[in-house]
């Protein structure tokens, strides 16, 4: 179990959408202190949130901000960027930046700070997946989160020596600004903010948070001809 009350917390993506639900859940559940970023500076004037401006492509901005909040226990690995472009029609340098950001990116921070949560107990890293994860359909950003779920799956296992509990979140569609042109049902920020950390506090390693994503993930004992996201 990993406990948010009087913890020190990442959140990356934090000032808007599920990042910002997610600032507000873990204020709500006692944080004492929430490292909110963003790719650009902005200000929060809750005590408890220390905004930082961080770029996840960049080694060099995220290795500044696990020096400067070197008291981190818990980190969400939330920030990323949501293109449904397809891989052979769409623009090339797209594609990499997604990879960059959705999977690279996820990486620098955990590399950055897995000796900092080793050294404050172990403490625990949350990966923000996908529904797509396993669907096809969803071009560079359904293949990012295909590979940002094998990596999570690794990181499991590198990091259970320093007891750093590492939860992947899969979620289907959720009421934000990356899905508002997606015609299709979704769920609130703050209800999926919940979830998410009420499976971290129960010592989940993967959430489901919708019945879309459990229907998928129980669809990958069957054909491949069926893992195809619909969205219309």
Not at 23 to 43: C, H, K, L, M, W
Not at 99 to 105: E, H, K, L, P, R
Not at 170 to 185: E, K, N, Q, R, S
């Amino acid at each position: 179990m990993v406990e948010i009350a009087g913890k020190n917390i990442v959140v990356t993506g934090g000032a808007r959408g599920l990042g910002a639900a997610l600032v507000q859940e873990i204020i709500d559940r006692g944080a004492n202190t929430v490292y909110s970023t963003a790719r650009t500076a902005f200000s929060d004037g809750r005590p408890a949130v220390v905004p930082r401006e961080l770029d996840v492509r960049s080694t060099e901005s995220v290795n500044a901000l696990a020096a400067s909040a070197s008291d981190t226990q818990i980190v969400f690995n939330n920030a990323g960027v949501f293109v449904f472009e397809p891989l052979l029609g769409g623009s090339l340098d797209t594609t990499i930046d997604t990879f960059d950001t959705n999977v690279v990116g996820p990486l620098r921070v955990a590399r950055a700070f897995a000796p900092v949560l080793a050294a404050n107990g172990g403490g625990a890293i949350v990966n923000m997946l996908s529904v797509v994860s396993w669907l096809a359909g969803a071009g560079a950003y359904g293949a990012s989160k295909a590979a940002a779920w094998s990596l999570t799956n690794s990181l499991r296992i590198e990091l259970a020596a320093q007891h750093t509990h590492v939860l992947g979140v899969h979620a289907g569609f959720i009421d934000t600004d990356m899905a508002a042109a997606l015609p299709v049902p979704k769920l609130s920020p703050a209800e999926v903010a919940r979830r998410i950390v009420d499976a971290l506090e129960a010592g989940a390693d993967e959430l489901l948070v919708d019945e879309l994503s459990t229907q998928a993930k129980a669809a990958l004992s069957g054909p491949v001809e069926g893992l195809t996201l619909s969205v219309g």
